[in-house]
């Protein structure tokens, strides 16, 4: 495609209305009108609490809430502590005071999941992977994410989050130790030391600003009653809210271009700042401003099915997070939101606990993932989505959706108790309206992604299927890893051939114009239903068919089928339709298990754990070579492969990565081929090859046949 053509697409990409708040944010940027702005403002003296609040000092506006006025989530987090020891136990409460004490001891939290030793007060300007640092005195406004000067800007970002802050809150609350709560106080001290108005690398990001509000309005309120708590390091705070809503104003035109998560950060910190804090200035316009920000970011980025079109289950779990804590702010402050808001959080959040494991508590590691976690108050993993579908149920009114677990605590702190004690009724699976489809019963079932997308893709992962099976998660997305890494790390686990789908010709499904831009998009379609009736799905689809059109520029359609033929029997089904020949590669991430493969037509794996295994069984009516990838590094077969540095490794987090199990199959052959794969639990379920047919038996019993051969092509659709 020519240039232009390429330029034209990425217009229609973003958009007119949103291309020209782009473009005015470039070139506010690039002319130095920002950079004026700033400097307009630099220094904490433009913040004296003389011009933000005239009319209150430091100690009324301690002293006003000491007693109850304006007030958070809980009066005093420390009167919490009979309800956290209760769900915590012995062990929880142990294990959340040795992780306070760690943070204290300079080991901070990294997305979610990570550690790192950053000091504390930490190295606000240090990279802690690289040791790299960026200058204290920088200017944000002419500095990129990744530079060769310090690395990849998020792990910089990170600390100035304040999400230890929330570990330090929940070992105070259960101890009344001080020197939890002097800890957060003496790391505002020193971040608005090294750190005035505006004039430094780590303002550079409105919604960086907006999350740090939430992390200090969060910790001011927890660390209320402490004596660590002075007039004077309140005043310091408040002058840095203000600072940062401000800060967060001045840019909302890049924020509302992105119509990403970008949007909803920043607007609930504007309006967080403004509700929490209404002496300051600007405050209800701060307020006035963020609410409807985030009815127009909700309205534009929620569909009324819940699927967030960011596509992505980490960020939508991160603006549940946001539109829980702003929906639950508004009912203690008797604040009524546009009803739109709360009818599109119910919506999002009946999405999300559809594809929650009931077993594990995990959701499938699907879309972009940059290891937010913005309210770690659980002694739950990272990827545990119970403490979300607690608070959930708490702040939308449901009755208990999950059993009693430490997932629970979340709910006390922003609620003041755990869900309510009778069931409530399971979530609904979700089809075709959202591109996202569940088939299966509660304790198997496959995610299939088949979308039609109506604005900028982020994954080419179309027909991607993720399955689990009692607990594990046999068949993964392999997550993100870097956005800004060298290549091929620089969000390269986005590709088409490291799902678990078809890549053809070695082509990404939509072809590439940038880490987050993809052009001619490829769009899906689909159906999931029951197709056997006599399966243990308790009356939810067993069964997905659908296709995609991303390689109609070769003249090829890939058409999948999926089927749960019991809890222990999942057929997946490939056919790819088209003329001429071509090089087809059927991908499978395994976790990182041991993994013995046999054969090659077919091909016959085995995955082992402690207390089960799967087998891995695939045919094709065309020759076909297989290999296992670990870490970047051929195990086993014959197919040799190349190009393989992103195949065999998951990142569970963003900056983790870690070994998993790819199963490359891989067929040259004139169209149509199919391509069949069958997965087997257990040792009483076999598959044969007989006439023609595949024949799935139990012991002796057929249960299931269908035939090899491909349906006869009709080239590829447009």
């Known amino acids: 495609m020519s240039r232009l053509g390429t330029m034209l697409q990425i217009g229609r990409t973003f958009g007119v209305r949103y291309g020209l708040l782009r473009l005015e944010y470039e070139l506010q940027r690039g002319s130095g009108i920002i950079s004026r702005r700033m400097r307009s403002v630099q220094g904490w003296e433009s913040w004296n609490l003389k011009r933000i609040v005239p009319n209150t000092s430091p100690e009324d506006f301690l002293s006003v809430r000491r007693q109850g006025g304006h007030p958070f989530f809980f009066a005093d987090s420390r009167g919490l502590a009979p309800e956290l020891k209760t769900i915590l136990g012995t062990t929880g409460q142990e294990s959340l005071l040795a992780e306070a004490r760690?943070?204290?001891?300079?080991?901070?939290?990294?997305?979610?999941?990570?550690?790192?030793?950053?000091?504390?007060?930490?190295?606000?300007?240090?990279?802690?992977?690289?040791?790299?640092?960026?200058?204290?005195?920088?200017?944000?406004?002419?500095?990129?994410?990744?530079?060769?000067?310090?690395?990849?800007?998020?792990?910089?970002?990170?600390?100035?989050?304040?999400?230890?802050?929330?570990?330090?809150?929940?070992?105070?609350?259960?101890?009344?130790?001080?020197?939890?709560?002097?800890a957060f106080w003496i790391a505002i001290e020193d971040w608005a030391t090294i750190n005035p108005p505006m004039s430094g690398p780590l303002w550079i990001c409105g919604q960086e600003s907006s999350l740090r509000i939430l992390a200090w309005t969060f910790a001011l309120y927890a660390f209320l009653h402490s004596t660590a708590t002075s007039a004077r390091r309140v005043a310091l705070l408040l002058s840095m809210i203000a600072a940062h809503a401000w800060r967060t104003a001045q840019t909302l035109g890049y924020a509302r271009s992105q119509r990403s998560n970008h949007l909803f950060s920043e607007a609930v910190g504007l309006w967080t700042a403004g509700t929490l804090l209404p002496e300051l200035t600007d405050a209800s316009l701060w307020q006035r401003h963020g609410a409807h920000l985030l009815r127009e970011a909700t309205l534009d980025q929620i569909t009324p099915e819940g699927a967030c079109l960011q596509d992505s289950f980490n960020y939508q779990r991160m603006i549940l997070h946001q539109l829980l804590w702003t929906l639950r702010l508004a009912e203690v402050h008797k604040i009524q939101l546009d009803p739109m808001i709360r009818a599109r959080t119910v919506a999002v959040f009946e999405f999300i606990r559809s594809f929650v494991d009931s077993k594990s508590g995990s959701a499938p590691n699907h879309g972009s993932n940059d290891g937010s976690h913005l309210l770690p108050l659980s002694g739950c993993e990272y990827g545990d989505f119970r403490p979300l579908v607690s608070l959930g149920s708490c702040v939308l009114g449901r009755s208990r959706i999950l059993e009693a677990g430490p997932w629970d605590e979340i709910a006390v702190w922003l609620y003041g108790r755990s869900p309510q004690l009778a069931q409530s009724e399971p979530a609904q699976t979700s089809s075709s309206p959202s591109g996202y489809y569940r088939i299966g019963s509660e304790n198997s079932w496959a995610l299939v992604r088949a979308g039609c997308y109506t604005r900028r893709p982020f994954q080419a992962d179309q027909l991607h299927v993720d399955l689990w099976h009692h607990g594990v998660n046999i068949a993964r997305d392999a997550g993100t890893y870097l956005y800004n890494g060298d290549p091929p790390w620089n969000n390269g686990l986005a590709g088409t051939g490291v799902h678990n789908t078809v890549i053809v010709d070695g082509k990404d499904q939509m072809?590439?114009?940038?880490?987050?831009?993809?052009?001619?998009?490829?769009?899906?379609?689909?159906?999931?239903?029951?197709?056997?009736?006599?399966?243990?799905?308790?009356?939810?689809?067993?069964?997905?068919?659908?296709?995609?059109?991303?390689?109609?520029?070769?003249?090829?359609?890939?058409?999948?089928?999926?089927?749960?033929?019991?809890?222990?029997?999942?057929?997946?089904?490939?056919?790819?339709?088209?003329?001429?020949?071509?090089?087809?590669?059927?991908?499978?991430?395994?976790?990182?298990?041991?993994?013995?493969?046999?054969?090659?037509?077919?091909?016959c794996g085995v995955l082992s754990a402690?207390?089960?295994?799967?087998?891995?069984?695939?045919?094709?009516?065309?020759?076909?070579?297989?290999?296992?990838?670990?870490?970047?590094?051929?195990?086993?077969?014959?197919?040799?492969?190349?190009?393989?540095?992103?195949?065999?490794?998951?990142?569970?987090?963003?900056g983790e990565l870690c070994p998993a199990i790819s199963l490359l199959y891989d067929v040259h052959a004139p169209l149509p081929v199919r391509i069949v794969t069958v997965i087997l639990a257990?040792?009483?379920?076999?598959?044969?090859?007989?006439?023609?047919?595949?024949?799935?038996?139990?012991?002796?019993?057929?249960?299931?046949?269908?035939?090899?051969?491909?349906?006869?092509?009709?080239g590829a659709s447009s």
């Open 102 to 182: 760690a943070i204290l001891d300079g080991n901070l939290p990294y997305f979610g999941k990570l550690s790192f030793s950053s000091g504390f007060p930490p190295k606000w300007f240090q990279n802690p992977v690289t040791g790299q640092h960026v200058a204290p005195d920088r200017s944000w406004t002419g500095m990129r994410f990744a530079s060769d000067d310090y690395g990849d800007l998020k792990f910089i970002l990170e600390p100035s989050r304040f999400l230890f802050v929330y570990p330090l809150a929940r070992a105070y609350a259960i101890s009344g130790e001080e020197q939890f709560a002097e």
């Open 511 to 603: 072809r590439r114009a940038g880490r987050f831009l993809w052009l001619d998009w490829a769009q899906a379609s689909g159906r999931a239903f029951r197709g056997n009736l006599s399966n243990p799905t308790a009356g939810q689809p067993d069964s997905f068919e659908g296709e995609h059109n991303g390689y109609r520029h070769l003249g090829v359609t890939h058409r999948r089928m999926v089927r749960c033929i019991t809890e222990d029997a999942w057929v997946v089904v490939d056919d790819l339709q088209g003329t001429g020949e071509h090089a087809l590669r059927l991908h499978w991430l395994l976790p990182d298990f041991p993994f013995e493969i046999s054969g090659d037509f077919p091909v």
């Open 682 to 714: 257990g040792d009483e379920l076999q598959v044969q090859q007989r006439d023609g047919q595949l024949v799935v038996f139990r012991n002796t019993s057929e249960i299931y046949q269908l035939p090899l051969a491909p349906p006869q092509s009709a």
């Open 610 to 654: 402690e207390e089960a295994c799967w087998r891995w069984n695939i045919f094709s009516n065309a020759p076909g070579a297989a290999a296992v990838i670990r870490g970047g590094k051929n195990l086993a077969g014959t197919l040799a492969v190349r190009d393989q540095e992103l195949l065999g490794w998951e990142s569970p987090t963003y």
